[in-house]
């Protein structure tokens, strides 16, 4: 059996992750170009200034995608290329790039699946309180519409928000991404807030353009299995799903909080200081969303914690999601399985849990359209006589696009299928250790690139929709 035909064979990518031309043609400075360069922030002490140079190789990467068969390519939109101080004037050379990259991508019949932020943050609006900050939420709104403006006669497939949880709780519990704060939970949920409500606000806004395109948010997905049938891991597990996914999904498909969740926060003093136009926001404009992004790596498995209190400190190394580490309020902990297999950085390879984590999904939200709008392996690939042999990262995706297609035979509504990454790129916290591409770029010889043994792979699951798997 084939993929149905209007399933989309996708790959992405992240500005800050590819672009480089950091200060160029009127890009304004970000959280990022400003962190990147605190020492001790990143691996190596990688930044994006260069990355892999794709704002001036976009072309021959597109052509590459194209070469490939690639049916939709999802990359991001910088937000201060096309508004510098974040809320301030339009830049016309940051639009004029990103129409350049859209109209490459039509010229090959490659769809553009565009996230509005992945990160990147403009850095007036981050040294303003950045996402605790309503400003930013208001911002961003003005934003979107810009690029809704500007692109969307070409573009139909919109992303407000990549991994909120990732860059809330990387920013403001691990301290491991911009603005490098740690343990402050009141700033935390603050922040998840006000991307909600800016999220909301921008649907809000995209549907009365009548664009007839289509619009939803991406989330982690990171479904929280016991590692047994005890009591108290069993509620570990809820635990975990409730402040990891619950507390993510709900607001964009339900319109409110989850209720385990928000009591738990009135009793800590951690409720985000929200208003009733907010909260209405929210709720009036949750029936909107016409997809949900799901980026999946793997599931984790939990147990009730009972050591001292050591969720408080933090690295980069306790930030990479290894197993191991206690969840922020302590409450639980994750654990590495003896009998399950793991990725060089401790990543559970488990398409099964991705499986089951979808029908939770369905269960509690019913028919929601989906796209995988990640999922891949970070690995470090084997070069033999100068050929990328990254057979691993084939066999991971070949898992994944079995449990994939068997999920819509089971009727789980997803939509596409976007490897992270289309190319070789920067990792925030791994620099250039950890590849995920099917394009190699040779760091060593002038960035050139290099089509791997994926890369083929990729072609002929396109070519034959992946009737084999
Ligand atoms: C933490 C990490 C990684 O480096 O493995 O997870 C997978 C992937 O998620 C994406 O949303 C990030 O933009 C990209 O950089 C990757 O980041």
Redesign the pocket.
Known sequence: MKFPYDFLFGA?S?S??IEGAWNEDGKGKTNWDVFSKIPGKTYNGTNGDVAIDHYHRYKEDIKLMAEMGLESYRFSISWARILPTGDGEVNEKGLEFYNNVIDECLKYGIVPFVTLY??DLPLTLEEDGGWTNKRTADAFVKYAEICFQSFGDRVKHWITF??TV?FCGLGYLKGAHPPGIQNDEKKYFQATHYVFYAHAKTVEVYKKLNHYGEIGI?H?FLPAYSIDDKHENVVAARHANEYETFWYYDPILKGEYPSYVAEQLKEKGWTPSWTEEELDTIKRNAGKNDFIGL?Y?QPIRVEKNHEADSSKEHSRETS??APGNPSFDGFYRTVKMEDKTYTK?G?EISPQGFLDGLHMLKDRYGDIMMYVT?N?L?DEDPIIDGEIVDVPRIKYIEEHLKVIKRAIKEGIHLKGYYA??VID??????GYK?Q?GFIYVDHHDHLNRKKKLSFHWYKHIIETRGEEL
């Open positions: 992405a992240a800050y992750q992945h990160w990549n991994e990732m991406t982690v980026n790596y990479t999601l950085w990543w990640e891949g970070g992270w990454s790129l920067l990792s925030w916290l791994n950890k995920y």
